[in-house]
């Protein structure tokens, strides 16, 4: 976000940055400084305004201060330092936040940044050890902290969304007339495209194309994970980006 351009305070997303890390050995803090320094790169003085720097908190662990953590890392001297909650919306409302401040004047210049690193934590990297550092406050949490489930559906263990969303799209192959056979190459008809743009995207994780068969078509490197989906129908959280 950046100064106000006009008397009432129009808030604009000024820069933005992507890392993805394929070589592995990395924690949350290393991808969001990589991803930080592309942002700052792309607006010269933007860091000099910064007021207040926010975490967006990480699946794979990011410890009690790595918004604290990264400021001192990119020499940033934001006065509020803060993270998130967990959860899919906090960085859509940690932007939305913002720039409600901003237009009301309680904020000149803020830095969002998250990360994840599940595919490094499963190969035995720990999380950053200087977002624990005991010479760093712990960061405000804001955003609403609670379960992502109802205790309805944690006590029958309907808490994953490879678990909730194969439910829905069952409903809708049934009222759709389709089985599982003829929803899953409905499906495959739908994904082929995207992975089509994800072969020739840098920051895809997983950069080949594929048909919709061999999305669809179950076998020994794409089982069915819950019916009608596929492996290869699923979110990949398996990732350093």
Known sequence: MSRSMAEDRVPVVVAAGQHTAR????????LAERAARVTLDLAPGLADA????????????????PAAALGRRLGLSAGALEKSTVGGNTP??????????????????????GAEAVASRRQGVPPPADADDDALAPDEVVGVDRDGTSPQEAA????????????????????LG?????????????MAPFTQVAAGHPHAWLQQARTAEEIAEPGPRNRVTAEPYTLRMNANINVDQ
Do not use: N
């Not at 909730?164 to 192959?173: D, F, I, Q």
């Open 23 to 30: 070589e592995g050995g990395v924690d949350v803090l290393d």
């Open 50 to 65: 910064i007021t207040r720097l926010s975490f967006v908190d990480a699946l794979s662990s990011s410890g009690k201060s």
């Open 92 to 113: 859509q409302w940690l932007v939305t936040r913002a720039a409600a401040d901003i237009a009301a004047g309680r904020l000149e210049a803020t830095l969002i940044a």
């Open 156 to 175: 029958i263990r309907l808490t994953l969304p490879a678990h909730v969303y194969p439910m829905l799209e069952s409903v809708r192959a049934q009222r």
């Open 178 to 190: 389709h089985d599982h056979g003829a929803h899953r190459r409905m499906l495959g008809r739908l």
